[in-house]
Nanobody, 114 residues
Framework: QVQLVESGGGLVQAGGSLRLSCRAS????????WGWYRQAPGKQRELVAS???????NYVDFVKGRFTISRDYAKNTVYLQMNSLKPEDTAVYYC????????WGQGTQVTVSS
């Protein structure tokens, strides 16, 4: 089992920044890829960024150049640094750990005001 706890969401004005954190515990060595997803009201959950155990990162086009995913192995924490936030970034952001099973955190709300 893996437990994921997100933090760092909040309300920010357009153009501002937030850093989300995802602290992992349990059998984290089973995880092969870590990701951040988001889900806006009335929309499906979508991938935002991912990072493998080797450090390879992947970003969807609408966050490239604005968001950065990283991992602190000593703290068992995955981060999502979000800069130049836009109102359309408003969503609940979820941390994901993928092994033979997908593990999810409870989500953290990000609201960007115009």
């Amino acid at each position: 089992q893996v437990q994921l706890v997100e933090s760092g969401g909040g309300l920010v004005q357009a153009g501002g920044s937030l850093r989300l954190s995802c602290r992992a515990s349990g059998n984290i060595f089973s995880i092969v890829i870590w990701g951040w997803y988001r889900q806006a009201p009335g929309k499906q959950r979508e991938l935002v960024a991912s990072i493998t155990n080797s450090g390879s990162t992947n970003y969807v086009d609408f966050v490239k150049g604005r968001f950065t995913i990283s991992r602190d192995y000593a703290k068992n924490t995955v981060y999502l640094q979000m800069n130049s936030l836009k109102p359309e970034d408003t969503a609940v952001y979820y941390c994901n750990g993928r092994a033979s099973y997908d593990y999810w955190g409870q989500g953290t709300q990000v609201t960007v005001s115009s």
